[in-house]
């Protein structure tokens, strides 16, 4: 089967033709889009990417939709960082990346599913 750029994009997954090489390599077994999006999803996503999801240089002003971002920092900014194991009401900053650019979201008005 013959993968390429924009299958990945039409489901959020905004890989470099470098990233799905790599994929193959690591991953033989992969055969399909779907194989391939699930091993990406063990993976850094900053090394499968050289552009992220802005193609352009312009400052977005909303995130595109869908779009596949990584966590890669989770940290409960109510309390100081010596203290983060105690159980304490939280208010999580999470650091977010496209593989290229960071993005810091806030967690507010209540927990958000799928973050503990």
């Known amino acids: 089967m013959s993968l390429n750029i924009p299958d990945f994009e039409a489901k959020g997954w905004f890989i ?9 390599e690591t991953h033989p077994e992969a055969k399909s889009l779907d194989d391939y999006i699930q091993c990406a999803k063990d993976m850094d996503i900053r090394s499968l ?3 992220g ?3 352009t240089e312009e400052k977005l002003t909303q995130i595109p939709s869908p779009v596949v971002l990584q966590v890669t920092e989770v940290r409960n900014i109510s309390i100081p960082s010596t203290n983060q194991a105690e159980q304490h009401p939280r208010q999580l900053s999470v650091l977010l990346t496209d593989g290229k650019a960071k993005f810091k979201a806030v967690e ?3 927990k958000v ?3 503990k």
Do not use: R
């Open 16 to 24: 470099s033709q470098e990233g799905i090489n790599l994929i193959a």
């Open 49 to 51: 990417t050289t552009q």
């Open 53 to 55: 999801f802005n193609k």
């Open 108 to 110: 507010m008005n209540g």
């Open 113 to 115: 599913d799928g973050i």
